[in-house]
């Protein structure tokens, strides 16, 4: 099975513009979740989604949005950027039939810098 | 809330060494723990999961890992450290196998040879 891709693997963006990232599970996964690692704040989970619906939020501001498609493949979006947005972003899927026994498995990431 | 520490940023270990790796773990319910590996400018590879079928946990790559509920902690160990191993480690916790990762602030470990 292939593995999660995320694209694009880099970006660079100046303040004030938005970025849209992409994220691929892997073939039969429903849950993607989505987190953000910097060298400040460390690995910090972000959002999850599960069948299209938002089913777990941490503590971001509302500038980070993300969706999810019937095909399980999932953006997130972050409006007006900041320099402290700057960061590797890493989508994880989960197959998500037993919660319990499940695991995520992380993508190679999105590498975004913001100027 | 649940949460992770480990203890030590950085750790240093000769080759065929001995690679321990510590974490300690705070959870208010019974806790499914991991450890990942990030190799540089990759994603994070799951390296093994406690799950409470087994306290004595074999991963990857030689890699395994003791879930003590007394002294509340999961450290990560190698008999026998390999060049290969040079990554950064990071423990994490959740409640549930797929719910929202808790991440430890992680632990660099250099190989010398």
């Known amino acids: 099975k292939a593995g999660v891709t995320q694209t694009p693997r880099y970006l660079i963006k100046t303040r004030g513009q938005q970025v849209t990232l992409s994220c691929s599970p892997i073939s039969g996964h429903r849950s993607v979740s989505w987190y953000q690692q910097t060298p400040g704040q460390g690995l910090q989970f972000l959002f999850e989604y599960f069948s299209e619906t938002q089913r777990n939020k941490g503590n971001f501001p509302g500038r980070f949005s993300g969706r999810q498609f019937s095909n399980s493949r999932s953006e997130m979006n972050v409006s007006t950027l900041e320099l402290g947005d700057s960061a590797l972003y890493l989508c994880?899927?989960?197959?998500?039939?037993?919660?319990?026994?499940?695991?995520?498995?992380f993508g190679p990431g999105t590498r975004l810098t913001v100027l | 809330a649940q949460s992770v520490t480990q203890l030590g940023s950085h750790v240093s270990v000769s080759e065929g060494a001995l690679v321990l790796l510590r974490c300690n773990y705070s959870s208010s319910v019974p806790p499914y723990l991991f450890w990942y590996v990030q190799y540089p400018n990759q994603g994070l590879q799951l390296l093994l999961k406690?799950?409470?079928?087994?306290?004595l946990v074999k991963g990857i790559n030689g890699f395994e890992a003791e879930f003590k509920k007394s002294e509340t902690s999961f450290h990560l160990t190698k008999p026998s450290a390999h060049m290969s191993d040079a990554a950064e480690y990071f423990c994490?916790?959740?409640?549930?196998?797929?719910?929202?990762?808790?991440f430890g602030t992680g632990t660099r470990l250099t190989i010398i040879p």
């Open positions: 994880a899927s989960s197959s998500s039939e037993t919660r319990a026994a499940d695991t995520q498995y």
């Open positions: 406690y799950t409470s079928a087994a306290t």
């Open positions: 994490a916790v959740s409640r549930f196998g797929n719910e929202k990762l808790t």
